[in-house]
């Protein structure tokens, strides 16, 4: 597990191993839940990648 940090804009950096491992693209939109307790990223996937 790794940790990230809140920068004052509000701001969090995707360790490289989650961007890396989830194939994340610079640009790319991600939905924001707040569940039990905690904040989840899930990145949203183009249809023509769904295909």
Do not use: C, N, W
């Not at 360790?15 to 989830?22: V, Y």
């Not at 994340?24 to 183009?46: A, H, M, N, T």
């Amino acid at each position: 597990m790794e940790t990230v940090r809140i920068s004052r804009k509000f701001q969090v950096v995707i360790p490289r191993s989650a961007r890396e491992g989830l194939h994340l693209r610079p640009g790319q939109r991600l939905s924001v839940f707040v569940y039990d307790g905690r904040l989840e990223f899930v990145p949203i996937r183009p249809i023509r990648e769904m295909r």
